[in-house]
């Protein structure tokens, strides 16, 4: 099946300090989220997508399908931006392929 | 707030019990899917319902089943609870198959003792 490896896997920051996390995927994908799950545990759905650039706020994601990767930035960072980054992707059907996330914590 | 409702948010229960748990799709949307977040096994697809009908399966156990009712809402049954069957688990819901995005309800957190 399809590979997500997204990098770095921790990442920690000061307040107020910008960063970039990225996802590789091993094969063309039809559908690419970015999800962040809080220390609650929610699930919440930053970004769809699959080719592309969105911005919403201080953050902002693009993928570039070509070339199997997207990069998620999220810019003057708050200590809300806690918790794991995860980039799922579909390929055929419709299952949603997690990679293994990125923590990040933004420290005040 | 995704729209999807997951009951109940919280679930302790023994080993060898078995337990329902409920999701409420976003308005409209046709597929259900469900995922157990666990953590050595990270995120893990479970099964899809599209319209009420089984459309895909991932790595369910056979003491698991499902099924999406004709409301739309679906339910995620669990038997001979296991100490490792401890985790979190996610309903997502899409409007179509594919091509749309998953929104992700709160959560089922299940701790078998």
């Known amino acids: 099946g399809i590979q997500v490896e997204q990098s770095p896997p921790d990442l920690i920051l000061q307040e107020g300090a910008n960063s970039t996390l990225r996802c590789n995927f091993s094969?063309?994908?039809?559908?690419l989220q970015w999800f962040h799950q809080n220390p609650w545990g929610q699930l919440i759905n930053l970004f769809y997508?699959?080719?592309g650039t969105k911005q919403n706020g201080r953050l902002s994601a693009t993928t570039v399908a070509t070339e199997r990767y997207s990069l998620l930035y999220i810019s003057s960072s708050q200590t809300t931006d806690s918790g794991v980054y995860f980039c799922?992707?579909?390929?055929?059907?419709?299952?949603?392929?997690f990679g293994e996330g990125t923590q990040l914590t933004v420290n005040p | 707030d995704s729209g999807v409702t997951q009951t109940p948010k919280h679930l302790i229960t023994a080993t060898g019990q078995r337990v329902t748990l409920r999701c409420s799709p976003r308005?409209?949307?046709?597929?259900v899917y469900w995922y157990q977040q666990s953590l050595d096994q990270g995120l893990q697809f479970l099964i899809q319902?599209?319209?009420?009908?089984?459309?895909a399966k991932g790595n369910i156990l056979e003491r698991f089943s499902a099924q999406q009712f004709p409301d739309l809402h679906s339910e995620l049954n669990l038997s001979s609870l296991e100490l490792g069957d401890s985790a979190l688990y996610f309903c997502?819901?899409?409007?179509?198959?594919?091509?749309?995005?998953?929104?992700f309800g709160n959560g089922t957190r299940l701790t078998v003792t």
């Open positions: 997502a819901s899409s409007a179509k198959t594919g091509s749309s995005p998953l929104h």
């Open positions: 094969d063309s994908v039809n559908n």
């Open positions: 997508i699959p080719s």
């Open positions: 799922a992707v579909v390929t055929s059907g419709s299952r949603l392929t």
């Open positions: 308005s409209g949307d046709l597929s």
């Open positions: 319902y599209y319209n009420g009908e089984e459309r």
